[in-house]
């Protein structure tokens, strides 16, 4: 990359996480949406959809297989109901490439972890709720999910 166009991307993108740091959830969800569908799609087809398969499409084995995986866990909270997803390092080249910082950059991670449940459970209705954020301080990031009739 020609160093002009270096020094545009590093402005641009920190100006980018200043006004990312300004925004409300309702607006980082529209922001993130097409960001995340992107995302989930490719973690369907390398991680999720193999895992949810080998574990006979149950919820349970699923979030506990998830602990197997490099940089990953996953907590049965309460069986068949409410889980966690838990990152332990944040790997969104937006953070790791182009130094984002602002913790709304996690509306990403939530609205593709969306994706990848209306896709591995489409008759499940589910709400997922950001708990923790390494972007906020705290050493993981955790996603409580929790299905509901």
Not at 19 to 41: I, N, P, T, Y
Not at 101 to 122: I, Y
Request: glycine share 4%; hydrophobic share 30%.
């Amino acid at each position: 990359m020609k160093t002009m166009d270096k020094e545009f991307f590093e402005k641009w993108f920190k100006a980018f996480d200043e006004g990312l740091s300004q925004l409300k959830q309702e607006e980082c969800s529209k922001l993130f949406s097409k960001c995340a569908q992107q995302c989930s799609c490719d973690a369907l087809k390398y991680l999720y959809k193999d895992l949810f398969n080998e574990c006979n499409e149950d919820l349970d084995k699923f979030f506990l297989r998830l602990n197997e995986k490099k940089d990953l866990e996953g907590k049965v909270i309460e069986p068949g109901k409410i889980y966690e997803l838990i990152f332990t390092k944040c790997g969104c080249p937006l953070y790791t490439h182009a130094k984002i910082n602002s913790n709304n950059l996690c509306e990403c991670s939530r609205q593709s972890m969306k994706c990848v449940f209306k896709n591995l459970v489409p008759q499940k209705n589910f709400i997922i709720e950001c708990t923790e954020s390494i972007l906020a301080g705290n050493k993981k990031c955790c996603h409580k999910i929790v299905f509901y009739d």
